[in-house]
């Protein structure tokens, strides 16, 4: 019974030691995605100019690098709201090269957040367009009341004895 017991127990012991080489590996992505957002957080408390020497900075090391890194790290800059250049149209379009298909297993922490700012600025995008149509409908609406006011008095007018 012991022994049964003290086996049970090394089997438990090792099948724990089976997570053991992740928790010390050297694991760049995650380092890669404290990076990424430590550097947005810089960016965002940057005055107009030196955000604009970041992102240039940016856009060249893209230029050259093309590494998925570069990318999000572009990109991110690119979809900050309340920055002078913010284009997030243009950070979905460099994004999506990233973004793993739906129910990829074990996915690079990196492409996982370049998912998670991907669906975030692409619901943005969703929300800048409703609300753009929104405003058209109302302009559409308030021209037809005004049109229909316009009726209204012409009959009012006519009604009137001379």
Known sequence: MKTFFALTVFCAALAGCNHLPALLSDDSDSREVATLIATAH???GLQGEDQKKELN???QSFSKDRSPYSRARLALLLSLPGTAYTDEAR???LLEPLVPPPG???V???RQFA?????DVGERLREQRRSAQLREQTGQMKEQLDALRAIERSIIERGKPK
Not at 115 to 119: C, G, N, R, T, W
Request: aromatic share 4%.
């Open 57 to 59: 900075a940016a856009s």
């Open 108 to 110: 690079a922490p990196l």
């Open 42 to 44: 810089k960016f965002a």
């Open 104 to 106: 990829t297993a074990n």
């Open 115 to 119: 998912a998670l700012v991907h669906a």
């Open 91 to 93: 950070a979905v379009t």
